[in-house]
């Protein structure tokens, strides 16, 4: 336990709650050792059973539905026995706890099923004598665990894991698969045996998940909308007929008065549909679990309200219609409200009587609205006991949360009534087509429109006016669906920059604030010394030391650093000052970027330290006991932690070849298997840009850290000379010293997203623990342990070590790592296979037989801990934990998370109290690691007097991503990353709804063990793993709270296609998260302003992007409808509607606002609007295509199902993007997207051009198509004349290929669809088609074709007869290609027949004649060429659903052989041959081969392009999208290869040197003075003898 002296010295009614907990704890001390011992374990047993008391207590409250597998009685004594265990017999607790440990252990991913556990638990003490009360006699006990019980879901899930499909089980049921949740509820509801318990959505069904689960923000939103166009019908903002003299808004007339009626008949219409649906629905959903408790089941009580407002909105309905009385507005009353123009049903007699039954409907659903979706306590089981403590400060966040969501939905409501609807100004079908249908519910007068004459709906002129009509308010209403997620962007900016100020973080990263370290005067000085303590020089110093270790300063920059606060590097004394009147504050804006952002952040963070703000307010910090120097300070307050680094196969320490290589046009190509040039497919990505090594390119970004690197190993005597340039040079030609080689490589390795990096950097906090002189003089009394291994631990879980599976080099590198940081705390898990290599087998053996008595290959599979044995110089094993299964569950598509099992499995090794789970691509600055005791004290306050109840269960901070420093894509991702994870994640904290998004979060160690681990890892639902824990956290009423003191730094993809891939991952996800248990349960019991904040927390960026996205297909169809309606821009303006004119400014603009805001906040204005409109032009390119790509993501979920996992690799910002890769990844997502809506485009202009009406110009439309399809292209880094030429020949090959195209080779061709590594555009295409008919389900590929054949029917009727007429030229068209494909089959698949189809498809406007005589091209081809270009398009569409239609009824037959009990296997290879045949007849490899010709033209003008602005423009691209380095690099030349880098070239020009006095920003006479050892820079022996010298400015 935390232990903290009183001080007399505080008042002692300030320190109420501390004085009753010092008073407790010196009665202990002043007792003996063993009533200590009692009430520890007392708290651990607390901490460690509060799960299994929870489940007995929810259990318990079973009534009726009490399971007969348990007794009341008994669950409620058993909660007893954990809640109020005061004075049982320590060893009985401790036998307890230990039992449950064993089970969490052997239990192997059950420990993601806590209340399975509990009830395997249960019966196990149960079966024993339970747990013991201390009046009860106690003695001993034999626990007996049913292994095969224990592992039952588990060994089901690894028969069957796809929750989609039915399968045959080993008992012969036939079941869908079962996931954790399942098994964790079949503990719930006391099953014996495990079963399914609830039945996910397959494929589109999610949007009925959606629909219902968001029920009360949509319902919300649409109400908003309502209100708002209810104001809008009396602000003469529309046309005067619509908007003006329509009474006030408290007395209202006419289309007012009206729309009250209309309105709530169209809310209790769609609340009946609603219900309805949500009853079936979610009754076949949980179908599985009726008969059973557990939360979020639809029990008796819960049901009738449903009925009963189904009930209540169908009377509502009746009502209202009964007493409905509309009234047509007449025509002249649009100018004047008198005389005749006063709505007679507005007096005060009868305005009550007919408003009344809509009125009182409105009123009553209201209420019915907030009683049914209240909030709920708890929403699942909770998750401590005394549950009034999680109910302190609710009531004020409840008020907050209201008051903010008010605000927000009022600030719609504006926006919506001042300039969203006006845009729709005069555009009803009344007053435009004359449709009088409805008019009278409308109250607008009948008006005379192409619609008026009699049989004239079905006409062309009515159909396409009702259209544009249609369109134009489906755009409005999708506006009015996504305003609130731009106003969303406005109010977290706000309130976050507000708790931001309150927190202290105002200058937080400004390093042109000077930082003060004189002893006793400086304010930095003082404020140091007040949190860490007398010896606060230590830490100050161990701070030096790090960023000089890792090349962040220079050695004389360090030794400056060190005499600015009076000490020197060894820490250990305290130098006087020359003249201390001289001396001056420290100028961070001298010194490497990197090094001052993370002092001044350092140094700034300390005031929320010292006055605990957020989380930790009320907190009171006293120096004596809580500093880490300080003089009563004990090592006890230090929590211990576990830090989890999961890793697969990333790269450990950047191998030497590795840096190497990259300046070869062949490794700008895509790569063999294996690195074996000639043998395999290349179909891995580039090592490198083909011009630069990759070493080159890291020292381009970091040209003074290289120099400062060469420095250090010049003056440690490891290199002869100190020029960073021929560092560099003796690495290439490998002439360097294996050690010194080491030393590139390990720099290297901290500046690249590496696994060696995090854990370099995880141990920082242990480098932090160590020194401290308390910690040290502790670790001195036991020299047999490491330091600090009892307070710390980072354990390394590499999934892929020794096995054949793996990387050899990572494994060397995993051994080196171990080897070098060998006196600290840091362990290798690894995963124990059957693949596993020969080395590691023997070593687990010879563990095995020495402790355990196995003999040679005992396990099949096991996780094994090991370390660093300093004398045998290898790893040893410390520990082997056997497991049953695999460490992946399932097979095939449907295996459960990589990562979240690998988490697991060094979650069961971990001591620590508090668990941290780091993804390999961290890292972590000293300054950081010692704040980290002072920030996980906020789980446990040192003030507080119940140890048993953490104030919360994660605890998210700050990330810093790094990678902004690694071009112009990592800075575009680092931005948004780094807005998420400051200013929204406050703004979610704030509002009581912060998830756990992911690493680096802390969390109580307890907590994962007995409450579903890290993060959840079902397969399919679980894509985004970490979520769900945040999830958990929710449901079982506990907090995850943010702060921003502490700051690790993370990397994120900095590679175009690796970001991509990245947005493709999480919104895949995202649609799998609408299909979990956990997000229905949420949103049912949350309520209603809690509700909001949870979509917001979960779905709504990806939602939005998604009709963002369809919006725009929306706009282009607006304007062709309202050209073939006649509608011109001169109508429109005489309309006053606002689509007149052009969409220059887009909503996405105020997506800015939190980032600006945030950093004007942390970095001052200036810095803040420069960063901010500085990255514009390419934030817009990067996000409108990533946008799209979450858009494609999205809808691929909906239709698949399938949440799949993209490995993004994270690549270096200088890989060269191949032409091959850029198609396979955008093809599908965006290439095919931007022909369609360019080709709306097109037929948009070409019939204003006919019709002679003025066009819009649309530039957002082509901007829109034009980056979705050269992007890519834009951010591939060095366009030249030889990379071209070879994306060109391998594009080239890759249209033209004929692997894949053999019918023997499907099933090769459908494993690499699945794998992405396709070598030809055939396997691409073919391997899509075969994958959308056999992954989505026969009733989705259905629901396809109905929809299609509905569009087929509007084309015929909106689409004149003259242009359909042209369709039979292109049917005859196929008919001649129909026998060129036989041909082509035939000739053994001859490429110029293939190509020969598109020569006749050329020959269309010459058949024309033959079909249509001199009608095809009089009176010229030009004339009509909008004839010729729809009815393609129509036609095109018409063939596709010709192959829709076909291959859905073969689909269909498969499953029938399937269900008659013929072999799948042959029934799929019968449906993929057949596939194969629609492929080629229906055209469709055809068209995928013209749209990727076009691509490859477009892509070669581009690059062309980028290459002339790169030749006359001094490399300007290069400059723009990596850094100035690279762009000041010869055209033509190499970086490094004759000259060193352009700083250092710049320096020894300029006659500087790095590190001189001046850049301590002291001034240049300094209050001490360095003198440098004698081998030391010449320059610097310059700057010695006293010669003024210009700083070094950081260059990036």
């Known amino acids: 336990r935390d232990r903290r002296r009183h001080l007399d010295s505080q008042s002692d009614d300030s320190d109420a709650d501390l004085s009753d907990a010092d008073s407790e704890l010196d009665s202990c001390l002043a007792s003996d050792d063993s009533a200590i011992l009692d009430r520890a374990m007392e708290v651990l047993h607390c901490r460690c059973m509060e799960g299994f008391g929870q489940w007995c207590v929810y259990v318990s409250k079973g009534g009726f539905s009490m399971p007969s597998t348990v007794e009341k009685e ?105 996931n954790f949740d399942d098994i964790n509820e079949s503990g719930i509801q006391c099953r014996e ?132 009385n509309f009234a047509e507005k007449p025509a002249l009353c649009a100018q004047t409200d008198l005389d005749q123009c006063v709505d007679p049903r507005a007096s005060l007699k009868m305005l009550p009587k007919i408003l009344s039954p809509a009125i009182g409907y409105w009123a009553v659903r209201m209420l019915v609205f907030f009683v049914m979706n209240r909030r709920r306590f708890p929403i699942f089981i909770l998750g401590s006991s005394g549950n009034p403590r999680f109910r302190q400060g609710k009531f004020q966040t409840d008020v907050l949360v209201n008051a903010i969501w008010a605000l927000m939905l009022g600030t719609c409501i504006f926006a919506e009534v001042c300039f969203i609807f006006p845009s729709v100004r005069g555009m009803d079908l009344n007053s435009l087509c004359g449709l009088q249908s409805g008019a ?10 192409k619609c008026s004459a009699k049989n004239s709906k079905f006409t062309f002129d009515c159909v396409s006016c009702v259209t544009s009509v249609a369109t134009a308010q489906m755009l409005v209403f999708l506006t009015c669906l996504v305003d609130i997620y731009f106003v969303f962007y406005i109010y977290s900016a706000i309130v976050g920059s507000v708790m931001g100020q309150r927190r202290f973080l105002n200058d937080l990263k400004n390093t042109g604030v000077p930082i003060d370290l004189r002893p006793g005067a400086g304010r930095e000085a003082r404020l140091f010394e007040e949190v860490f303590g007398p010896e606060w020089q230590r830490v100050w110093c161990a701070m030096i030391k790090h960023l000089l270790d890792e090349s962040y300063l220079s050695p004389k920059q360090a030794e400056g650093l060190a005499a600015a606060a009076r000490c020197t590097l060894d820490s250990l004394s305290v130098v006087a000052s020359k003249d201390a009147k001289r001396e001056k504050p420290i100028n961070l804006k001298k010194f490497n970027h990197i090094a001052g952002e993370r002092l001044a952040f350092f140094f700034h963070s300390l005031k929320s330290i010292k006055t605990p703000s957020g989380p930790s307010r009320g907190t009171k910090f006293i120096g004596e006991t809580d500093a880490l120097t300080g003089k009563s300070f004990d090592i006890g307050s230090v929590p211990t932690l576990t830090m989890i680094i999961p890793a697969y196969n990333e790269t450990v320490i950047p191998s030497s070849a590795f840096l190497r290589d990259g300046a070869l046009r062949e490794d700008a190509t895509n790569q063999n298997p294996d690195g074996q040039v000639g043998v395999g ?69 901290l500046r690249t997203q590496s696994v060696g990096r995090t854990v370099v950097g995880a141990l920082q906090y242990g480098n932090a623990l160590a020194a401290l002189p308390a910690i040290r003089q502790y670790y001195a009394q036991r020299p047999e342990k490491r330091i600090p291994e009892d307070h710390m631990e980072v354990i390394l879980c590499h999934q892929t070590y020794g096995n054949t599976d793996g990387d050899p080099e990572n494994d060397k590198a995993v051994r080196m790592l171990l080897s070098r940081n060998a006196n600290s705390s ?158 929204y994640q406050r703004f979610l904290s704030g509002m009581g709804t912060r998830m756990h998004y992911g690493h680096p979060d802390f969390v109580d160690g307890f907590w994962v063990r007995n409450r579903g681990g890290m993060s959840k890892s079902s397969p399919v639902v679980n894509l985004s793993e970490d979520i769900f824990a945040g999830y958990n956290v929710r449901m079982r009423e506990e907090n995850s709270p943010h702060v921003d003191c502490l700051e690790f730094e993370k990397g994120r993809e900095s590679t175009f296609n690796s970001a991509s891939n990245f947005f493709s991952k999480i919104s895949g996800g995202s649609i799998a998260v609408i299909r979990s248990r956990d997000n229905h349960l949420l949103c049912e019991r949350i309520g209603l302003a809690h509700g909001w904040s949870f979509y ?233 088609e075969i994958s959308t008919f056999l992954d989505t389900t026969i009733w989705f590929s259905t629901m396809i074709v109905v929809l299609r054949i509905a569009g087929v029917c509007y084309m015929l009727l909106v689409i004149p007869a003259e242009i359909l007429d042209f369709l039979w030229i292109f049917i005859l068209v196929w008919t001649i290609n129909l026998a060129i494909i036989r041909l082509y089959l035939i000739a053994g698949q001859n490429n110029l027949l293939l190509h020969a189809q598109t020569v006749v498809w050329l020959l269309a406007i010459p058949m024309g004649k033959l079909v249509l005589g001199s009608r095809a091209v009089s009176p010229t081809v030009a004339t009509r060429l909008p004839e010729l270009v729809i009815s393609f ?32 296997t042959i029934a799929e290879r019968h449906h993929n041959q057949f596939v194969r045949k629609c492929f080629l007849y229906f055209q469709v490899h055809q068209f995928d081969m013209a749209e990727a010709y076009f691509i490859m033209i477009a892509n070669t003008l581009a690059s062309l392009l980028l290459m002339v602005i790169d030749r006359l423009f001094f490399n300007v691209h290069t400059w723009w999208l990596l850094n100035r380095e690279m762009g000041r690099t010869a055209f033509d030349g190499q970086y490094l290869a004759k000259s060193p880098p352009q700083m250092e070239s710049d320096q020894l020009r300029d006659g500087t040197s790095l590190g001189t006095n001046s850049e301590l920003g002291l001034g240049e006479e300094d209050s001490f003075q360095y003198n440098p050892p004698n081998n030391s820079h010449p320059a610097a022996r310059t700057m010695a003898a006293g010669a003024p010298q210009p700083l070094l400015h950081n260059r990036h």
């Open 1096 to 1328: 917001f927390t979960s779905v709504a960026f990806y939602l939005s992007n998604l009709f963002i996205d369809m919006s725009i297909y929306l706009y282009v169809l607006l304007f062709i409808a309202f050209t073939l309606a006649d509608i011109d821009l001169a109508k429109l303006h005489e309309l006053g509607s606002t689509f007149q004119t052009e969409w220059i400014m887009s909503m996405g603009m105020f997506s800015l606002f939190p980032q600006l805001l945030e950093m004007v906040l942390e970095f001052g204005a200036l810095k803040a609007f420069r960063e901010v409109f500085g990255m514009l032009p390419a934030a817009t390119f990067f996000f409108i295509f990533q946008n799209k790509n979450i858009a494609s993501a999205l809808r691929n979920g909906i239709a698949t199902g399938i949440a799949k996992y993209f490995f993004t690799g994270r690549p270096m910002a200088n890989q060269h993007q191949t032409w091959r890769d850029i198609y396979v990844t955008y093809w599908k997502t965006h290439f095919k997207p931007a022909f369609a809506l360019m080709t709306a485009y097109i037929i948009y202009q070409v019939l204003v051009h006919q019709t002679f009406q003025g066009a819009l110009p649309m530039v957002l439309i082509i901007f829109s198509f034009s980056s979705w399809l050269l992007t890519p292209i834009i951010f591939s880094p060095f366009p030249r004349w030889p990379l071209i030429e070879q994306d060109i020949k391998e594009f080239s090959a890759f249209l033209n290929g004929t692997a894949g195209k053999d019918e023997d080779e499907l099933g090769e061709v459908v494993k690499r669809g699945a794998s992405g590594k396709v070598r030809t555009l055939w396997e691409c295409g073919l391997a899509n």
């Open 1433 to 1464: 398009v129509v036609f095109a569409y018409f063939l596709g659903l010709a192959k829709d239609v076909v291959l859905t009824l073969n689909r269909a037959l498969l499953d029938l052989r399937v269900l008659s009990g013929g072999s799948r």
């Open 193 to 324: 045996k495990i079963a399914k318990t609830y039945n996910e959505p397959a494929s589109w069904h999610v949007v009925i998940d959606a629909v219902l689960c968001y029920r009360v923000p949509i319902m919300m939103k649409i109400w908003t909308m309502m209100v708002a166009f209810y104001i809008y019908l009396g602000s003469a903002r529309g046309n005067d007929i619509t908007t003006m003299n329509n009474g006030e808004w408290y007395w209202p007339q006419w289309i007012r008065m009206n729309f009250i009626q209309w309105s709530a008949m169209i809310d209790a219409a769609s609340w009946i549909v609603m219900e309805v649906l949500y009853i079936v629905y979610f009754t076949w959903q949980r179908f599985p679990s009726l008969g059973y408790r557990s939360p979020g089941l639809p029990t008796c009580l819960h049901t009738l309200e449903h009925v009963l407002n189904m009930c209540f909105s169908g009377a509502g309905l009746f009502w209202v219609v009964l007493h409905m």
């Open 74 to 178: 008994v669950l409620i004594a058993y909660a007893e026995a954990v809640t109020k265990n005061q004075g049982r017999n320590i060893a009985r607790l401790f036998a307890e706890c230990l039992l449950l440990r064993t089970l969490e252990s052997i239990g192997e991913q059950l420990i993601c099923c806590p209340e399975r556990l509990a009830f395997i638990y249960y019966k196990i003490v149960t079966e024993a004598d339970g747990l013991p009360m201390p009046e009860e006699a106690v003695g001993p006990s034999k626990y007996q665990i049913d292994y095969e019980d224990l592992q039952d879901g588990l060994a089901q899930m690894q028969h069957h894991s796809n929750p989609y499909i039915l399968k045959k089980m080993q008992d012969g049921t036939w079941a869908r698969g079962l």
């Open 826 to 983: 840091v362990f290798l898990v690894f995963d124990l296979t059957p693949t596993s290599g020969v080395q590691v087998k023997n070593l687990v053996d010879e563990f095995l037989t020495k402790n355990g008595g196995y003999g040679v290959g005992a396990f099949k599979y096991a996780s094994v801990k090991c370390r660093w044995n300093p004398t045998h110089q290898d790893v040893e094993v410390v520990a082997v934990l056997p497991r049953k299964f695999p460490l992946r569950l399932g097979s095939g598509d449907c295996k459960t998370q990589g990562k979240a099992c690998n988490q697991l499995n060094g979650l069961r090794f971990a001591t620590g109290h508090y668990c941290q789970a780091l993804d390999c691509n961290m890292g972590v600055f000293i300054g950081e690691g010692f704040k980290v005791p002072y920030v996980l004290r906020t789980f446990m306050p040192m003030d507080r007097k119940n140890r048993t109840a953490p104030k919360c269960r994660y605890l998210g901070f700050r990330e810093y991503i790094f990678t902004g420093r690694e071009g112009t894509v990592g800075k575009c991702h680092a931005s948004a990353e780094w807005t998420f994870g400051t200013i």
């Open 681 to 749: 497919d290349p179909t891995l990505p580039p090592v490198g840009d083909g011009v630069n090594s990759n070493l080159a390119f890291i020292v381009s970004q970091f040209p003074d850290e290289w120099i400062y690197l060469a420095e250090m190993l010049h003056q440690k005597g490891m290199t002869e000379d100190p020029s960073s340039h021929r560092l560099y040079k003796r690495f290439m030609i490998q002439a360097l010293t294996s050690e010194v080689e080491d030393e590139v490589r390990i720099w290297a390795m």
């Open 440 to 449: 009278n519910m409308y109250g607008l007068p009948p008006m005379m429109g």
